[in-house]
């Protein structure tokens, strides 16, 4: 949860691309091998998610009398779960769930880190104040502050996001404080302001364009972590209320029956492996291109 | 006199064999005659049926939760030690009738306001002191005492006053006549009364068991040692006994299944099948019941004030599904809290509520509704969800969308005892297994005086005091019992699903397990064979 990336290599504001290297680095790590490969993994999961309507007849909470049926069964191509429910079905719109928070908490957790770390950037005495909350954040292990938030908010959705982005929040933050601390003592930096550039305009044009870079990974980075708490979460039975399902939740459904019936944690765990190998992936690409 | 004995149709064969082998030793004067091992001999290896019971070994148990001294002397999760540290007065048998264990015999005074116990001699508690009847009088006194919170303080309070005659032999005086007295002399554990504040802190425990308590660890387990001087002869035949904790099911059944324990009652009935392909393993249900999953009503949240709604209720959720689906088919789906070893079950009542969503979406619809949305508060266990998952599913059906609160279970108990509920709740209770007059008088969603739906009612006050104080056989005393049924069915305020025994897991080689009417693991006969 609390994986950086080291800082990407700077360029200059302005100056000219080499000429081995692709004018959009983004882009070219995301052309290679290991690159398409993790697109890949990531983009059949979501559309998996995305098309879940179309791709199973049943809802994900209706129940039968089909208990544990078996892969295979008509009407049912994963088999059932204990309550006769779909395992298609709670599978594709466990993706959408997984998806759903994910997408929204990932981001939430950046923007809120980020702003935080240009807020330390600003002045010294809010820089202290910034680090030591993010020591304080820092200071619960994932899974304490998972149960802490929920024993305040109760289980839900929103829990689960909060959870992530703020795990999220000092990882973003203390990245950008990083990145703006290395630029700042940049010949260019210097060059800027000795030419009268505004400490806003240096900020905005010159120092955020090299250090969002290593961002980009660390968001890959973090949809993996991301899929892991939500996963832990619903696992101890604090995330996503039930019968919603959660890839987590449905492999925490699945576990009495590992025995006699493997298949029903067959669905998400390959999934859960497709999408954070494939977000890993990606996000090694894109790290290897920017520190090239 | 025991038990919470064993539905398999072998156990039979098993007391024969014991009998046999034993040459009625087993049983001699010492209050066992009927007592039965709830494993089932036939499951039990080849050759090793007709085995003499071995003296010695370790029997190691595993259990899901930690022994909660403070809870000593009410009925918590986790009451399988008391029996073996403590022994009580009196045991039930199959058909609710007490036999003799720390009581010899007694007899009721024809006005029924007292009874004469004369106890049995020679037995001494863990440390050397002899038991006497002033260990009675401290028991009765110590479950009167709020602070211990028993379940059965309503009968023990019901006892105003003792008259020693001599060490061992004591009458004790009524207030009024109660007919669940042997209830109250099944539950109550005859503690050392000189040591009972270390015992509800966990620091020391001494009883007149068959094994005494020689470590806790919090968490952990606990260790237990043969008592040598145990006033049985010749028993227990194992040396000692290990309770371990695994709360997680799956290590638990683990734990089974690769022989490092050898017992369970914690077997959740999603692992039951797994258990029951498992050759070294014999499963046991116990159909005097125990605990029945319920769902609870809160009776002044409208409209689940309006009792056609209740009953609508009653009538939508699939019992027989919940049976199969959740509870591996161990149990019985029934509209009442009786198990069928109750004097109040009948078939009729099991059958009132049946699966029927046409007839519940009628009803709804009678009491001026079409849809209503209702929070559900449930343990957040896997299981207990389970369960109220399939509620709100059948709920939907008839338009009723149930909103789940997953709870931990020690919030969802203070909830229950201080009538927190919200709408709608499903857990389990207990207390139906003995005398049907105790189920209404000391368990908390039925306390007639106070129950968690706040449900009141001066026809179910007067009816269940009178059935309390009726002797518990006569015609009087059916047609009482029938009254709280019909009440019960009628005012669905508690709607009851499924009733459930203890299921034993065990090794095949483990012989000699019974239970008592509150869950005290009884191990006097136990033995590993082989």
């Known amino acids: 949860m609390t994986t950086h990336t080291p800082p990407a290599r700077t360029k200059p504001a302005g100056t000219r691309t080499a000429p081995r290297r692709p004018r959009h680095a983004h882009r070219a790590a995301l052309a290679t091998a290991r690159g398409r490969t993790g697109l890949a993994l990531v983009g059949v999961v979501v559309l998996a998610g995305l098309l879940a309507p179309l791709l199973t007849g049943h809802g994900p909470t209706d129940q039968s009398g089909l208990s544990l049926a078996a892969p295979g069964t008509p009407g049912h191509p994963l088999g059932t779960d204990d309550l006769g429910r779909d395992l298609l079905a709670r599978l594709l719109y466990g993706i959408r769930a997984d998806l759903g928070i994910i997408a929204a908490a990932v981001p939430l957790g950046a923007a809120l880190g980020c702003l935080l770390a240009l807020a330390a950037a600003a002045h010294p005495v809010l820089d202290t104040v910034v680090q030591r909350t993010f020591d304080l954040i820092l200071a619960f292990p994932g899974l304490i502050l998972a149960l802490a938030v929920t024993a305040i908010l109760g289980p839900g959705r929103l829990p689960v996001i909060l959870v992530i982005a703020l795990a999220e929040i000092p990882v973003f933050g203390r990245l950008l404080r990083t990145g703006i601390l290395v630029q700042r003592g940049r010949e260019y930096v210097t060059a800027a302001r000795v030419g009268g550039t505004s400490g806003g305009r240096i900020l905005t044009r010159h120092i955020l364009p090299n250090t969002a870079d290593p961002l980009v990974v660390q968001i890959a980075v973090s949809l993996t972590v991301a899929v892991f708490v939500e996963g832990a979460m619903s696992f101890l039975g604090v995330g996503v209320r039930p019968p919603e399902p959660t890839l987590g939740a449905v492999l925490s459904q699945s576990m009495p029956y590992l025995a006699q019936a493997p298949h029903f944690a067959a669905g998400p765990l390959v999934t859960v492996t497709a999408l954070v190998l494939g977000l890993s992936l990606a996000a090694e690409a894109l790290n290897r291109e920017i520190r090239r | ?530």
């Not at chain 2, 009364?193 to 620091?203: P, Q």
């Not at chain 2, 005393?477 to 029938?482: I, K, M």
């Open chain 2, 1 to 530: 006199m025991t038990e919470l004995y064993s539905s398999t149709p072998t156990a039979l064969s098993r007391r024969t064999t014991l009998r046999a082998a034993g040459g009625g030793t087993l049983l001699l004067g010492l209050g066992l005659a009927g007592c039965r091992s709830a494993v089932s001999e036939a499951e039990a290896p080849a050759g090793k049926a007709a085995a003499e019971p071995r003296r010695g070994g370790t029997l190691t148990v595993a259990v899901n939760s930690d022994f909660t001294p403070s809870l000593l002397f009410a009925q918590s999760g986790q009451s399988l030690q008391h029996r073996l540290i403590y022994n009580t007065l009196t045991r039930y048998d199959d058909g609710l009738k007490p036999q003799p264990e720390l009581a010899t015999s007694w007899e009721y005074a024809e006005d029924g306001r007292s009874i004469t116990l004369k106890l049995r001699t020679g037995v001494t508690y863990h440390d050397g002191r002899p038991f006497t009847a002033d260990d009675v009088i401290f028991a009765v006194k110590n479950l009167q005492n709020p602070l211990r919170a028993a379940q059965l303080r309503a009968t023990a309070a019901a006892v105003t006053g003792f008259e020693k005659r001599g060490d061992h032999e004591l009458v004790l005086k009524l207030a009024h006549p109660v007919n669940n007295l042997f209830d109250l002399f099944e539950f109550m554990i005859l503690t050392d009364r000189n040591s009972v504040e270390d015992a509800v802190t966990g620091k020391k425990l001494i009883g007149t068991g068959p094994f005494a308590l020689t470590r806790w660890s919090p968490g952990a387990g606990l260790s237990f040692t043969r008592n040598e001087k145990y006033w049985q002869p010749d028993r227990p035949y194992l040396d000692a006994v290990e309770f371990r904790v695994v709360p997680q099911a799956d290590a638990l059944l683990s734990s089974l299944r690769t022989g490092q324990s050898q017992l369970s009652f914690g077997v959740p009935g999603k692992n039951l099948a797994v258990v029951a392909a498992t050759p070294e393993l014999a499963i046991s249900e116990y159909t005097t019941g125990g605990g029945a999953y319920y769902l609870g009503v809160n009776t002044t949240v409208a409209p689940l004030d309006d009792k056609t709604v209740r009953q609508a209720l009653a009538r939508a959720v699939d019992r027989e599904r919940i049976l199969k689906q959740v509870l591996g088919g161990y149990g019985l789906a029934s509209a009442t809290p009786w198990p069928k070893s109750s004097p109040a079950f009948t078939e009729a009542g099991r059958t009132h509520y049946t699966y029927d969503p046409g007839k519940a979406r009628e009803l709804l619809k009678s009491a001026g509704h079409t849809r209503l949305d209702l929070p559900l508060l449930h343990i957040n266990l896997p299981g207990d969800t389970a369960v109220a998952e399939a509620i709100q599913y059948d709920l939907k059906q008839i338009g009723v969308h149930v909103t789940l609160q997953p709870t931990d279970p020690a919030t969802a108990q203070k909830n229950l005892i201080s009538q927190k509920m919200p709408g709608l709740w499903t857990m389990s209770h207990g207390f139906a297994q003995v005398q049907p007059s105790t189920l209404a008088v000391s368990a908390y969603p039925f306390n007639e005086a106070k129950n968690t739906s706040r449900f009141r009612s001066a026809a179910y006050t007067k009816v269940v005091r009178e059935a309390w104080t009726t002797p518990e056989t006569g015609a009087r005393a059916n047609a009482l019992r029938q009254q709280i049924t019909d009440t019960l069915l009628d005012e669905a305020f508690i709607i009851d699903l499924v009733i459930r025994g203890s299921v034993q897991v065990s090794a095949k080689k483990l012989h000699g397990v019974t239970l008592n009417k509150f869950a005290y693991l009884n191990l006097d006969d136990a033995y590993l064979a082989g």
